[in-house]
C-alpha cells in the first residue's frame, strides 16, 4: 500500500507539549514527539489560571509576545520573563506567570518553518522578510505596511496545494505597533461565498479575537473591500488601506497551505443535531481550530 501522506513523521514539524510551571527563570522545556523540534511558532495557554493566549515566533524574536485573544500590540519584554530561548528540542521559559505559572498545567503548540532565517522578498508593491517551510506549508511574514490601498504582498509559499488551488489555504494578520484586530482570512470562506468580497459585499474575514462573523463588526460593516481586502493567490496576499491589514507601525502575518496528511482547512455546514457533521481531514488531528463564520 502506498504511503498517503507527503510528510511521513509529522512530530518533525508540529508538537504539543503540556508542562508544569514552576515559576523559576530558566524553565526548560523538551519535546516528547518521535522527532526533535525546534519551534518557529510557539503558541502558549496557561490551562490552571485566567491568563491570555500567548503568541511567539523567531521572526520577531524571543522576547515579542502577541495575543490571541486581544487586540494588543506586540508585548516587548528585555528582560525576557516570557519566552527565553527556541531550543534544539523545545523551549525555556521565564517567570511570567501565563507561561510558567508555579504548579500550573500550561499547554504549547509548536510549528517550525525555518529555524528563524528569513529572506527579504521585494516582488511585491509592500516589501517583507518571509521565512518559510513549504514541505509543512507554513510561512512568516514580517512587513510594514503604507496604509494605501490596492496593495500587494509576497506571502512566499509555492502553490498549488495537494487539491490544486492556488495560494495559502488560511492567513492570520495581526498588527505588532498599534492595537487592531487580529484578521483571519480562509480560502474555504472564499469557496463557500462563490469568491472574495467585492465592492457589492462583505470581504470574506474573521476577527480572531472577537465574535464577529465574517464581514461583521471591526471586518468591515460596510462592505468596503478597497479598505478591507485580504485575499490571496499563488504568489500575493492583496490588502487594502485598513490599518488592521496594512500599518505603518510593522505587521506579522501567519500563512498555512493544505498539506496532506499534516494540514487540513475547510469549512462544514453545521446541523444543529447531537449527531452531527463528519468532516473527513485524511489524518488525525493534534490541533483544531473552529470558528462559525454567518
Known sequence: MGVFTAINDPSVY?????YTGNGSSGNAQTNTGNSNLQPDWLW???LSATENN???DSSRGVTKRLYTDLNYDEDDNNSSNFLQSFNTDGFTVGTDSAVNGNGNSILAYQWKVNGGTEAANTSKSINADIQVNNTAGISIIKYTGNETGSQTLPHGLSAPWWNGADGPSSVFI???GSNGDWHACQSPMANYYGGWGDDSGYPRTM???ENYYAGNGSAGTDGNSARYRADMDATTIYLGHDSTYNGTGG????CF???PGFSHFSGYIGNG???GPEIFLGFKPGFLMFKRWN
Open 14 to 18: 508540529f508538537q504539543q507539549l503540556i
Open 44 to 46: 502558549i495557554k496557561n
Open 54 to 56: 500567548q503568541i511567539f
Open 174 to 176: 495581526k498588527s505588532r
Open 207 to 209: 476577527v480572531l479575537n
Open 251 to 254: 505587521m506579522i502575518a501567519y
Open 257 to 259: 497551505k493544505n498539506v
Open 273 to 275: 443535531n447531537a449527531d
